[in-house]
């Protein structure tokens, strides 16, 4: 009966390819290089994205270039 009982894993839509699916092909590319690009710092990346009307957070930023958020894990 309880076989297949295990602890249930936990998803997270990772911020960064939430934005991605709303930008357009171009943009959505725009987005990866720079947030996977470590010559951009997370701090002044987010305040660019801000400025662009775009909130991604410094640490979902840190996160999703060292891959680990769940974008690395599907």
Known sequence: MLED?????KKFNCK??????????????????????????CRTLENALSNKGIAVSEKTIKQHREKRCSCWKI
């Not at 009982?5 to 894993?9: A, D, E, G, V």
């Not at 934005?19 to 690009?37: F, P, R, T």
């Open 5 to 9: 009982l295990s602890i249930p894993t």
């Open 16 to 41: 960064v390819r939430t934005v991605k699916a709303g930008l357009s092909e171009k943009d959505a590319q725009i987005l990866e290089s720079a947030v996977m690009n470590p010559e951009w710092p």
